[in-house]
T-cell receptor, first 112, second 120 residues
Framework: DTAVSQTPKYLVTQMGNDKSIKCEQN?????MYWYKQDSKKFLKIMFS???????INETVPNRFSPKSPDKAHLNLHINSLELGDSAVYFC???????????FGPGTRLLVL | GEDVEQSLFLSVREGDSSVINCTYT??????LYWYKQEPGAGLQLLTY?????DMKQDQRLTVLLNKKDKHLSLRIADTQTGDSAIYFC????????????????????FGQGTILTVHP
């Protein structure tokens, strides 16, 4: 059973489109995260939710909107996609904010 | 702000030991982590060390922490071709959420990754 899963695994889309990436964890964790990994493999946190509440919001364009319908899910919606949004997006979760994070397999987004 | 740096490349022969180094700047770090990313895959947690420890061993992996120099290393004994991957060092900021304004506690800061290539 996959602990942290993401869909889709690959996403190819045109500039200007709106798309969503979904994340689910079955670990019973309270905290979930979104990270962006750029073409140089640099990983940077975007958002963190604890018990469905936003607690970390790094400097991310407001075209990116996370939504947490419940503790086990954290989705990422991106409006008006741009070329620079092409990256691998990783979801992660941890029991609490200060505990070890476990990552999903990543969603490879390519904006044409 | 926090900064984590690693060397970008390491090449070793199968059977040799690999040592991947990492330096960080945040003196309030609580935990330091090593993650492995295989080609086309997600990040896999390898091991972590609490900041009041100076060494942790887990089978072929040995983590050394020099808190004074803010230097972390990962040693892989008897390196195998299956160990070829990108290895990320990460540090967790130690400031409590309410003191840090909610922007640094719990946040992991990653290094840029070290690409380990193992030759037969």
């Amino acid at each position: 059973d996959t602990a942290v899963s993401q869909t889709p695994k690959y996403l190819v889309t045109q500039m200007g489109n709106d798309k969503s990436i979904k994340c689910e964890q079955n670990l019973g964790h309270d905290t979930m995260y979104w990270y962006k990994q750029d073409s140089k493999k640099f990983l940077k946190i975007m958002f963190s939710y604890n018990n469905k509440e936003l607690i970390i919001n790094e400097t991310v364009p407001n075209r990116f909107s996370p939504k947490s319908p419940d503790k086990a899910h954290l989705n990422l919606h991106i409006n008006s996609l741009e070329l620079g949004d092409s990256a691998v997006y990783f979801c992660a979760s941890s029991q609490r904010l200060e505990e070890t994070q476990y990552f999903g397999p990543g969603t490879r987004l390519l904006v044409l | 702000g926090e900064d984590v740096e690693q060397s970008l490349f390491l090449s070793v022969r199968e059977g040799d030991s690999s040592v991947i180094n990492c330096t960080y700047t945040d003196s309030s770090s609580t935990y330091l982590y090593w993650y492995k990313q295989e080609p086309g895959a997600g990040l896999q947690l390898l091991t972590y060390i609490f900041s009041n420890m100076d060494m942790k061993q887990d089978q072929r992996l040995t983590v050394l922490l020099n808190k004074k120099d803010k230097h972390l290393s990962l040693r892989i004994a008897d390196t195998q071709t299956g160990d070829s991957a990108i290895y990320f060092c990460a540090e967790r900021a130690g400031l409590p959420l309410w003191d840090a304004g909610g922007t640094s506690y719990g946040k992991l800061t990653f290094g840029q990754g070290t690409i380990l290539t193992v030759h037969p």
